[in-house]
């Protein structure tokens, strides 16, 4: 029975494809969340398997700090435009100068936690039904709490003591009206698995995951990048450094890994040697100790 | 052939393994976890050192490792597992999935959906208690979720001396109860999570034990014919139709294959119509296949046009399942609001969605002592039973014994849409 074998990769790209087009089926308006990081793109290419030869039948949904990477927003469209997908664009800068949302002042300051504002916005405006995130348990503790199908009330808020059970393979998307879901296909991916994944599949990444010279200052020991909003302290001063992302998100909080990996096969060599996590760079992860449950109660990605 | 690709090519060879571990906290469960995590090099630094100041404020002696499957504030405050957590490991053979589920006699519901999608079950025992009545609770829960592999692992064997006497004696109390259970595999390993004897690396402290490692055991247990490759069974998922140029006259059924292995050229009859027909492709955006089986998600299309959508089931035509509006299942009840007699419910199983009515509730099984009970017909948070329920429309089922995926339903609650029961058809 040998010849049966299915290896690890293939079978967490099976149980995403199930779930992805069990969204589709089982929900009227789905969105796909798009981050232009490296698991909303394996999330997305995985979508365009699901329905092969058809287009995937919802559109991409990004919500733009207006801190990204340049690189970021430039894949992004490139990736549209190359597979016909349909990208929404909705800006947190829209949510401040509506009122809505309040920029945070001092160093510090970052606008990962307005995001959900502009997120729980687009929801309601667009009436999505569920939205696909490409969180995955293993970043994190709160998140290896969370389901598949991941309940949201009205207010679009995660009870994570009383989520549904769920079994099999067998999701349940009753809600009520006004209530939404988020679906997580890559729950069960680790940051491995998905570096193996792009290896495997010759999946296009951003340059920023590939070693680049950058103008870099160092804070509470992580390498953050230059740019013209991040405000530096007296003592901190600016570096040209080899550097490249473990993860995307915006400028504000992704800390950068001094690297020289400039290949796939270097990445994932680097990966497998690395002794801390990948959200270790994370500024926003480290606010508290339950920074990541808090901000997901409110409706985070 | 360069070394980086040798290397990645036994990397993409590797298998998964879903597990589940039960067992109370004192069974040293987060340790054993712990370990597994630690020796597989699994832990990163910058969680050890967050644990560690965890510990630290909370004023404990030793780093508490069951932080770091406990997530939620509460849990972290209380001291509790309230939730299945979910943690991944790798070794160069196989990647691990842990379903940690909490092991209080009120989580049955936790134990039920964590062993749900598992290969093997790791169910701890204290060597200075032996078999407990947990012990009994964990093996029937096993067994009747049919998790193929059983590991007993008899723990804390540094605190009995590491003694052959103590550990065949459980051995020998427990496989006197366990012909009640339906369990395939049943292993035993004497290990000490603490001191790490026998967990990844041989114990020198228990010469008399010369079976293999747990480690040893996760690695290697067989489990590619845990899948059923005998009965052909697809549910369709999604109707897929192009509409381009190019894909002008496709017509598609997306699935993800339940049973059985397919081919283009198979007899096949679509469920309940009992139509049939051939398949004529087996479609991936990489190409298309010769073959397919469990669990793969793909694409198929047929030779005739046919009216099929979500919910029906392509399965060989000389090797049919049951339909029936009318079935039997052992459930598990999940919620807090009872079963209301006589009540209706939404049923779903595989991609098929009816109304149900529950008919009857024939008797509860003691998960204790393993009695039944005939004559009380309430059903409560946590109980499990049989009952009999009639569907508004016909269901294409397999017993759950045969196939997991074909077998196994839950019930959802019309007023509040919360899941309140799993279902294993028999």
């Known amino acids: 029975m040998e010849k049966y074998n299915i290896n690890h990769l293939r079978e967490l790209e099976a149980e995403s494809i199930y779930i992805i087009r069990e969204v589709a089926a089982q929900f009227e308006r789905p969105a796909l969340l798009f981050s232009g990081g490296k698991d909303s793109i394996i999330m997305y290419y995985m979508a365009r398997k ?144 998905v ?107 | 052939m360069s070394e980086f690709q040798e290397k990645q090519d036994g990397y993409l060879n590797m298998q998964l393994l879903r597990f589940t571990t039960a067992g109370s906290v004192d069974d040293g469960k987060s340790t054993l976890i712990g370990r597994l995590l630690y020796d597989s090099k699994a832990i990163f630094e910058d969680q050890m050192e967050a644990i560690e100041r965890a510990s630290l404020i909370k004023g404990e002696e030793q780093v508490n490792l069951a932080l770091l499957t406990d997530g939620l504030r509460a849990e972290r405050e209380q001291g509790i597992t309230i939730d299945v957590a979910y943690r991944y490991f790798a070794t160069p053979k196989r990647k691990f ?45 096993a067994s009747l979720l049919q998790i193929p592999h059983i590991i007993i692992c008899v723990n804390k064997m540094d605190l009995v001396d590491y003694k052959e006497e ?74 897929i139709r192009p509409q381009s140029d190019e894909y002008h006259d496709f017509r598609g059924y997306a699935g993800r294959v339940a049973g059985g292995v397919f081919h283009p050229g198979d007899r096949v009859a679509i469920l309940p119509s009992g139509l049939t027909t051939q398949i004529r492709s087996i479609e991936t955006m990489n190409g298309k296949l010769k073959r397919v089986y469990p669990p793969q998600s793909i694409v198929m299309t047929l030779e005739d046009d046919i009216d099929i959508s979500r919910g029906d089931m392509i399965v060989a035509e000389n090797n049919l399942p049951h339909v029936s509006q009318d079935i039997t299942i052992m459930f598990c009840w999940l919620n807090e609001k009872a079963l209301i007699p006589g009540g209706k419910y939404i049923l779903r199983h595989t991609t098929n969605e009816s109304r149900c009515i529950v008919k009857t509730v024939d008797f509860k099984v003691n998960v204790n002592n393993l009695e039944k009970n005939l004559e009380d017909k309430t059903v409560n948070l946590n109980e499990i039973g049989q009952m009999t329920i009639r569907a508004a429309k016909p269901i294409i089922y397999d017993s759950y014994k045969i196939n997991r995926v074909t077998g196994s339903v839950i019930l959802v609650d019309e007023g509040t849409n919360e899941t309140v029961c799993a279902g294993m058809i028999s």
């Open chain 1, 50 to 193: 699901a329905f092969w030869p058809a287009k995937v039948p919802f559109p991409l949904l990004h919500i733009d700090t207006g801190h990204n990477f340049p690189e970021t927003l430039a894949f992004r469209d490139k990736l549209a435009k190359d597979t016909g997908a349909q990208c929404i664009v909705r800006y947190v800068q829209d949510s401040i100068d509506q009122g809505k949302a309040v920029e945070e002042t001092g160093v510090n300051a970052s606008r990962n936690v307005l995001q959900t504002i502009t997120l729980l916005d687009a929801i309601e405006e667009l009436k999505f039904d569920a939205a696909l995130g490409g969180g995955r348990r293993d970043e994190e503790k709160a998140r290896a709490k969370e389901r598949f199908f991941s309940h949201r009330d009205e207010f679009g808020q995660w009870d994570p003591k009383n989520q549904r059970p769920e079994l099999w393979n067998i999701f349940n998307s009753k809600k009520h009206m006004g209530e939404h879901f988020r679906v997580f296909p890559l729950s069960n991916w680790t940051e491995m698995d």
């Open chain 1, 195 to 301: 570096w193996q994944y792009i290896y495997m599949e010759d999946i296009d990444i951003p340059d920023l995951y590939f070693t680049h010279k950058r103008q870099v200052f160092i804070r509470d020991g992580v390498w953050l990048a230059e740019a013209p909003f991040m405000k530096l302290k007296d003592t901190e001063t600016l570096k040209e450094m080899d550097v490249r992302c473990r993860t995307i998100g915006d400028i504000t909080c992704t800390g950068l890994t001094l690297s020289k990996a400039d290949s796939l096969e270097d990445i994932i060599r680097e990966v497998a040697a690395t002794r801390t996590t990948e959200r270790g760079g994370r500024a926003d992860d480290k606010r508290s100790e339950a920074a990541m449950e808090d901000r997901k109660k409110e409706g985070y990605f």
């Open chain 2, 97 to 141: 999935i842990i379903a940690d589920t909490p092991g209080h006699v009120q989580y049955t519901r936790n134990m039920v959906t964590g062993a749900s999608t598992a290969n093997a079950a790791l169910i701890l025992v204290d060597a200075r208690n032996g078999v407990a009545e947990q012990t009994l609770r964990h093996s029937f829960i």
């Open chain 2, 166 to 239: 103590v550990f065949e004696e459980i051995r020998k109390n427990y496989e006197s109860v366990s012909d009640k259970f339906d369990v395939r595999d049943i292993r035993f390993v004497p290990i000490s999570a603490l001191k790490g004897d026998n967990v990844v690396d041989r114990s020198e402290n228990m010469d008399w034990y010369d079976g293999p490692t747990l480690m040893y055991l996760l690695e290697h247990i067989h489990i590619i014919n845990d899948r059923n490759f005998k009965d052909p069974r697809y549910p369709v998922q999604y109707v």
